[in-house]
């Protein structure tokens, strides 16, 4: 298939080479001029304008955005929508709020082209070698974007979640799990840290990720990040978050649903700014096994 794509950073610079490799033609479009000349080297055509990139396709045009949520992507749509033609399709892969996504499909329903809300998950090697995605949108479209999702995704890591906003939505709740699970795994090894056995944390979660009942790859990335240094000493406890969790809090004080653990990891991570302790610098460290996202390092 031929599309096109905007938004280079981690995220998108992986997922284009991913579809390049599974054959598909890709016009490309970044602020970065680093970016569209990698991808360029790759076999991606460079756009230097959103105008650029849509007509270079031919209708209907598929465009994939991978921008940071808010702003950012009204601001590529403003550039982009007049350039597009009703039928095309417009795919949101980023974190945008779920009532965000809603009010830019009615939006741009009006003109005739129809927005899809992927959530994607599995971080930067999910990018790269095989994400999971969460659709929400227009069902017609869905089906026209599928041979991408399936050469984006893992076998079975795809799936239409329903009308616009419903897969923003499950990406939203997919993180709130996360935050909590996270959280988990951070205050077991600081439990492990301060029990006065010489214990070697990457042994540990290594055995863990063989046959435990708490195996999986959040447990491997803490492998990965314990063999750095077993005592995360490059790093503070410092975490950021991507809104998605105070997002989900919200959304459980509105339909009132009780998420204590989802709420508690959440408040969490605004306390790791203000202290430090060896909870916090898992959490830090996970966030940036997986996805690559900035830590503080240890002064």
């Known amino acids: 298939m031929k ?3 905007i938004g280079l950073g981690k995220m998108g610079c992986n997922m284009v080479e991913h579809l390049l490799e599974q054959g598909h033609e890709v016009t490309v479009h970044d602020l970065s001029q680093d970016a569209l000349s990698f991808l360029a ?5 460079p756009a230097g304008t959103p105008q ?8 209907p045009r598929i465009v994939w955005m991978m921008v940071p949520a808010g702003n950012p992507v009204d601001t590529v749509l403003a550039s982009l929508v007049p350039h597009l033609e009703p039928g095309d399709i417009v795919v949101d892969g980023g974190n945008s709020r779920y009532t965000d996504s809603v009010g830019r499909a009615g939006m741009l329903m009006e ?11 599995g971080g930067l090697d999910g990018a790269r070698h095989g994400a ?7 069902p017609e479209a869905y089906a026209v974007v599928e041979p991408l999702l399936k050469d984006l995704c893992v076998p079975g890591g795809y799936a239409y979640m329903g009308r616009s906003g419903s897969g923003h939505y499950v990406k939203m709740v997919h993180n709130g799990i996360e935050y909590g699970m996270m959280q988990a795994l951070g205050e077991g090894f600081e439990l492990l840290a301060s029990s006065g056995f ?15 009942v708490i195996r999986g790859w959040l447990m491997e990335l803490a492998v990965q990040a314990f063999e750095k240094d077993g005592r995360l000493g490059y790093l503070t406890g410092n975490i950021a978050d991507s809104g ?4 989900t809090v919200e959304c459980a004080l509105e339909q009132q649903v009780s998420i204590p653990v989802i709420a508690s990891a959440l408040f969490r991570r605004y306390r790791s700014r203000s202290e430090n302790n060896f909870s916090d610098k898992v959490v830090a460290a996970l966030r940036h096994e997986f996805g690559g996202h900035g830590f503080t390092p240890e002064p």
């Open 3 to 5: 599309i096109g794509f």
């Open 41 to 45: 080297g790759k076999g991606a055509d």
């Open 52 to 59: 650029q990139l849509a007509g270079a396709l031919r209708s």
């Open 111 to 121: 003109k005739g082209i129809r927005l899809l809300d992927a959530g994607t998950s």
């Open 132 to 138: 999971c995605m969460m659709v929400g949108g227009d």
């Open 198 to 212: 010489d214990l070697d944390h990457a042994d540990v979660a290594r055995v863990w990720t063989n046959g435990s």
């Open 244 to 247: 998605e969790g105070r997002w």
